[in-house]
């Protein structure tokens, strides 16, 4: 079936570094969105990419949609506590139809104060 | 505003014993999913439906079952309860399918022993 790989499954940094979690689907998706669940908690929508190509920006948080739309990447730069959490990429593949998401694995980003 | 509410939030059983676990939203969305999220696996989609008295199979639905009498509700069942499907259990909804903002529920932290 269709698949969502996101690399890397962990990754920790220092406060202050940049992190990038990265998102590839063997698939062309209609839609990308990208969700934040904290340790605990549920996911939560950060936000949603469409057109091929896009980039959206939300303070210190970069999002981009590959021209094939079957990668997407989140960039968080300048990374503080608060981001720690879990970041996954979820997919609408093009060619099911169908109104559900393919999750990627997740990114757990824990972060050095 | 309740929002998206589970229940129980956590539930201990035994291996075979049938459970039922419990997702309710306030805001009349179409499109409400199950998902269960293990780890290095993500959040996998169990079943969804579009509306009331529509469901569809998502990508794990072997020993669930779910039903939907009314808009706001969707209860998933399973049957017979395996050790496998220890696991945390998240319900969400959303009004316009693949294409639009998830919201989760709280979860449920299931253990079958």
């Known amino acids: 079936g269709q698949q969502v790989m996101q690399i890397p499954q962990y990754q920790h940094v220092q406060e202050g570094e940049d992190f990038t979690t990265y998102c590839n689907s063997s698939?062309?998706?209609?839609?990308i969105q990208w969700y934040k669940q904290r340790p605990g908690g549920h996911p939560v929508f950060l936000i949603q990419l469409v057109k091929s190509g896009e980039v959206k920006k939300q303070k210190r948080l970069t999002f981009q949609f590959g021209e094939a739309k079957k990668n997407s990447s989140l960039h968080i730069t300048a990374t503080q506590t608060t981001d720690v959490g879990t970041y996954f990429c979820?997919?609408?593949?093009?060619?099911?139809?169908?109104?559900?998401?393919?999750f990627g694995q997740g990114t757990r980003l824990t972060i050095n104060p | 505003d309740a929002g998206i509410t589970q229940s129980p939030r956590y539930k201990i059983t035994e291996t075979g014993r049938q459970v039922t676990l419990m997702c309710h939203q306030t805001w009349s969305h179409s499109y409400m999913f199950w998902y269960r999220q293990d780890l290095g696996h993500g959040l996998r989609l169990i079943y969804y439906?579009?509306?009331?008295?529509?469901?569809d199979k998502g990508e794990v639905p072997d020993g669930y079952v779910v039903s939907r009498s009314k808009t706001e509700n969707f209860p998933l069942t399973l049957e017979s309860a395996t050790r496998s499907q220890t696991s945390v259990y998240f319900c969400a909804s959303t009004r316009t399918g693949a294409l639009g903002t998830q919201y989760f529920g709280p979860g449920t932290r299931l253990t079958v022993l």
């Open positions: 698939t062309t998706l209609s839609n």
């Open positions: 439906s579009a509306a009331a008295d529509i469901t």
């Open positions: 979820a997919g609408q593949p093009i060619i099911q139809g169908a109104q559900k998401l393919v």
